[in-house]
């Protein structure tokens, strides 16, 4: 296990849409751990592949709820967004610094593969649901800052001109 290099916005593979992963074998279980590792030491909730330089529709999540054990899922796909939407603010490991209130779906039904190669499905709400989505749209080259008014995107990327990592 390792703590990998994350990737920040500018980095065109944030903005690429990641190629599905085949088959689950040891390679991408060590990739899963990894970005476990690399996820808490950076203290997020969420982390997608890409985001360490790798391609590949993967994501971990564990939003340090106690009814929510951690989850990694390998090719996630969302199936079905509820009604409703709620608005909430939203950071991401990938651009430091940055924070915005974003409208989303509060539910959402996702289907994955486990680490173990299973299909599973996952009916989420809340805070898992915001979680699912911003990581979803990673793995197909979305920030959430594409998710904002084009005013508020023009202040967040002028803003992140002066505070993003050399
Ligand atoms: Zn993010």
């Not at 950071?91 to 974003?102: A, D, N, T």
Request: proline letters at 7%; aromatic letters at 4%.
């Amino acid at each position: 296990m390792a703590i990998r290099k994350l990737r920040f916005m500018g980095d065109p593979v944030l903005r690429e849409k990641a190629e599905p992963v085949a088959d689950v074998t040891a390679e991408v279980r060590t990739l899963i751990a990894d970005m476990f590792d690399t996820m808490y030491a950076e203290e997020g909730v969420g982390l997608a592949a890409p985001q360490v330089g790798i391609g590949l529709r993967v994501i971990v999540i564990d939003p340090r709820e106690d009814d929510v054990a951690p989850l990694a899922l390998i090719n996630p796909q969302i199936v079905r967004f509820g009604d409703e939407v709620g608005r909430d603010e939203e950071g991401c490991l990938s651009i430091p610094g940055l924070k915005e209130i974003v409208q989303r779906p509060t539910t959402v039904l996702v289907e994955a593969l486990n680490p173990d190669g299973e299909p599973v499905s996952i009916d989420a709400d809340g805070l898992l649901a915001r979680i699912l989505q911003h990581e979803v749209d990673h793995i197909d080259g979305i920030l959430f800052v594409d998710r904002v008014s084009a005013l508020k995107r023009k202040l967040l990327l002028n803003k992140w001109q002066k505070v993003k990592p050399l």
